[in-house]
């Protein structure tokens, strides 16, 4: 099969034949039909992340991945050949108590296409533990639809509707228009909350705007934590910071009223090691609430896909380029000048 294959870390990915996916009895092989570009693959590329990918390369990145099963073992009872799905970018054991309990996205045995083994950048990945893992695709949503949902739409849903309870008429800033940012804007807006929607570029606000966000701060042209404090009277009822740089973590927090809400969506980046510094003392006498959130487990995909079948969610509207797999490198060359605008999926596989 086709892949874009990382053989060097930092260098062009190469397009090239690989051997196809081998199955197992529990799981199913995707023929991939559409697959997002995603700031996490950067990171991979960039060999930040050797803890996800076991640092060996060569390597397929591409975890946002929707497709046709077109192999399933022979203890899968939920899946057969040729059903559209999507697929969680976490994947869940399927049998311990967080996956029982519906929590797969932080199960201790995950696994992650893309990352800790090859994934969709290529025309075929194998999926294990099907039936708790792969989710039917209703056909009323296109695959190059599904795949802009990829991990930003569906992380973004769950850190703002089920980690954040997201409530109608509250003031939600997001910094970061990114994808993450983005879907998360639409989806709360969607939930009846006034979206503030921070970042550098006029370009991705305006982009904030046109899917839901009422107020937008250029942060490098004006101080966001005073601006949203003017804006909401005080201070905003529930932060997001999508983007999970010092900067942002640290203003996203310092926009909230006494009591609000912190959702932790952005993973640090390499010269961090995890680690940004908060006043503790302001967290405990301004009782705010600081939540961490990681992908969307399994069962939360139903909510999802039923609000974008039925046309109230638009994760289409974040897809800004279709393209082939050798255009991957363009991609994530724009995400390290942060040039990038809305999401790129991949749709040919074939050069
Ligand atoms: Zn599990
Ligand atoms: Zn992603």
């Known amino acids: 099969m086709r892949a874009a294959v990382v053989e060097q870390y930092k260098k062009p990915l190469v397009v090239e034949n690989v051997p196809d996916p081998v ?8 023929d991939v039909k559409a697959c997002g570009v995603c700031r996490s693959d950067w990171h991979g590329w960039r060999g930040e992340w050797p803890g996800f990918t076991g640092g060996d390369l060569p390597h397929t990145f591409g975890h946002e991945f929707v497709g046709v099963v077109s192999d399933a073992g022979k203890s899968v009872t939920q899946f057969k050949p040729g059903d559209r799905v999507i697929i969680p970018f976490t994947l869940g054991c399927g049998h311990c108590w967080f996956c029982r309990t519906g929590h797969s996205n932080v199960c201790p045995d995950i696994t992650m296409p893309g990352f800790t083994y090859d994934g969709g950048f290529a025309e075929y990945v194998h999926v294990p533990n099907a039936d708790s893992n792969v989710v039917p695709l209703p056909d009323a949503v296109s695959f190059q639809e599904a795949a802009g949902m990829g991990c930003r739409f569906m992380t973004a849903y769950h850190g703002v509707v089920e980690v954040g309870k997201v409530h109608p008429g509250d003031w939600l800033v997001v910094y970061g228009a990114g994808g993450v940012g983005l879907s998360a804007t639409q989806i709360a807006s969607g939930a009846g909350a006034n979206v503030i929607a921070v970042d550098i570029a006029d370009d991705k606000l305006d982009l904030a705007r046109k899917v839901g966000a009422v107020e937008t701060i250029n942060s490098s042209t004006t101080e966001p934590i005073e601006a949203v404090r003017d804006i909401t009277g005080g201070g905003a009822d529930m932060s997001v910071d999508a983007l999970g740089i010092p900067t942002t973590l640290r203003n996203a927090v310092g926009s909230l009223r006494r009591r609000g809400t912190h959702v932790q969506i952005g993973m640090t980046p390499e010269g961090e090691g995890g680690e940004v510094a908060l006043t503790i003392n302001d967290l405990i006498t301004n009782e705010i609430d600081y939540r961490g959130s990681f992908g969307m487990p399994t069962v939360e995909f139903r909510y999802l896909l039923d609000q974008v079948s039925t046309g109230k969610l638009h994760p289409g509207d974040l897809v800004t380029r279709a393209i082939g797999l050798s255009d991957v490198n ?16 991949v749709t040919d596989f074939t050069h």
């Not at 199955?23 to 995707?30: E, F, N, Y």
């Not at 991609?331 to 809305?342: C, H, I, R, S």
Request: hydrophobic share 40%; net charge negative; glycine share 12%.
């Open 23 to 30: 199955d197992d009895a529990g799981g199913v092989i995707v």
């Open 330 to 345: 363009e991609a994530l060359d724009n995400m390290t000048t942060y040039k990038t605008v809305g999401t790129s999926v």
